[in-house]
């Protein structure tokens, strides 16, 4: 099957990649010329822009996005829509809040053209392990780019599919589904993304608190001097919080058991906002995943005006003075 990809980053380019792999044609296209170079170095076809790439394509056509959320793609898609021909898809594979994949759906439609929604998971390590991709959209379209989905998708692999499952969906056992109309792609990796937030702040301070068993203030007796990365590889195998994050944690610590490499600042890419967000128009307690997300913005902060004021208070009703 032939696919139009715009967007060549750390994903894009291996989305590329793996569907060449499986015998489809890329026609790939991104404002580093760069990168476009190194797909057609790989015997994929070029674009020098969005009005050559249409010309590449054969009607009916698909044009995957895989750009930044929010101006980027919206202007990719505006740009798009007065390039492509009714019955024409596009596919938005970044991270995109669904009200706006529900809005753009209807003004696609409006003109003849498709939409589909893909939350797409699997980070740079996408290319050899598969992409997990929650789609949504019209049935018609995401039927015909099922080659594509598939060829992305990890397979069955290993697994085995969950006890009681006879009879259901067979293509969430290979690793891709549709989960509705437009939007419900991108609402479902929102709060796969949100539930992502919780666990890595689970590991983080469960392994803050191993690190500190050493601590000079604690009682001789109740100091333990942990070696962390080992903790970390010993949770790998059989333990019940064993996963792929734990899989990550432990290489990270194996590479650098201190984290010196790091400064602490974690960023937030939208999703846990949104998904908070949404956990508060549906009135639902989200109470791990909100304070997952403001950790985040607790660690991009250093000597806090917050922190001054909670000092300055002890210092005032207790006396206590900071430490030195």
Not at 57 to 82: C, F, H, N, Y
Not at 188 to 203: P, S
Not at 247 to 260: H, N, Q
């Amino acid at each position: 099957m032939q696919l139009g990809i715009v967007g060549l980053g750390r994903m894009g380019g291996n989305i590329a990649r793996r569907l060449a792999r499986a015998g489809h044609q890329c026609v790939v296209f991104d404002q580093n010329a760069a990168a476009v170079k190194s797909l057609a170095g790989e015997g994929m076809s070029a674009a020098t822009g969005l009005d050559a790439l249409m010309k590449q394509l054969a009607k009916p056509r698909a044009v995957w996005l895989m750009l930044p959320s929010g101006d980027v793609t919206e202007k990719a898609i505006e740009q798009l829509s007065t390039l492509l021909d009714r019955g024409d898809v596009i596919i938005d594979g970044g991270n995109t809040f669904y009200k706006d994949d529900i809005r753009r759906a209807k003004a696609l439609k409006a003109k003849g053209l498709h939409y589909a929604d893909c939350g797409t998971s699997g980070g740079v390590w996408g290319l050899e392990r598969g992409y997990c991709l929650m789609i949504g959209g019209e049935k018609e379209a995401v039927d015909r780019l099922g080659p594509i989905f598939q060829a992305l998708a990890p397979g069955k692999g290993e697994i085995e599919a969950t006890a009681g499952r006879e009879g259901r969906n067979a293509r969430a056992e290979q690793g891709y589904l549709h989960c509705g109309p437009a939007g419900a792609g991108h609402f479902v990796k929102m709060v796969h993304n949100g539930i992502e937030y919780g666990l890595m702040q689970a590991y983080a301070e469960g392994f803050h608190i191993l690190r500190g068993a050493n601590a000079e203030h604690l009682p001789a007796e109740q100091r333990y001097d942990l070696d962390v990365a080992d903790i970390a590889e010993l949770w790998r195998r059989g333990s019940v919080i064993g996963s792929w994050l734990l899989d990550l944690t432990a290489m990270a610590l194996a590479e650098d058991p201190k984290l010196d490499g790091f400064s602490g600042n974690v960023a937030d890419s939208g999703e846990g906002r949104w998904t908070v967000n949404t956990a508060i128009e549906q009135a639902v307690p989200a109470h791990v995943l909100t304070a997952a997300l403001y950790a985040r913005f607790r660690s991009r902060e250093r000597d806090s005006f917050a922190d001054k004021l909670l000092s300055a208070m002890r210092k005032k009703f207790g006396g206590h003075v900071e430490p030195k």
